[in-house]
Nanobody
């Protein structure tokens, strides 16, 4: 069973910054894609940012230009730098890893970490 261990998060005022990190015991090079999703109360889980094994990133429209996703294949981490945070960014943030198999993609999730943006 693959474990994704998240750290970071917490409370910040609007306009502030936070960083999240997702660590994997072992190599992450097998994961075709890694990234972050978030879910606010009463809302569906949405994609925030993803990064492929080759470093190609993709961002949700609401976070483009403010959030930056990266992965370090040597340190086995996937990090999310969040800048210019807004109250609407408040949500539980979940690390995601996708492993390609012969029959499709196997998805792995972290336990989630809370991000709260308020004054």
């Amino acid at each position: 069973q693959v474990q994704l261990v998240e750290s970071g998060g917490g409370w910040v005022q609007p306009g502030g910054s936070l960083s999240l990190s997702c660590a994997v015991p072992g190599s992450i090079t097998a994961f075709r894609v890694m990234g972050w999703y978030r879910q606010a109360p009463g809302k569906q889980r949405e994609s925030v940012a993803t990064v492929t094994r080759g470093g190609v990133t993709d961002y949700g429209d609401s976070v483009k230009g403010r959030f930056f996703n990266s992965r370090d294949n040597a340190l086995n981490t996937c990090d999310l730098q969040m800048n210019s945070l807004k109250p609407e960014d408040t949500a539980g943030y979940f690390c995601y890893a996708g492993l390609s198999t012969g029959s499709g993609t196997r998805n792995y999730w972290g336990q989630g970490t809370q991000v709260t943006v308020s004054s």
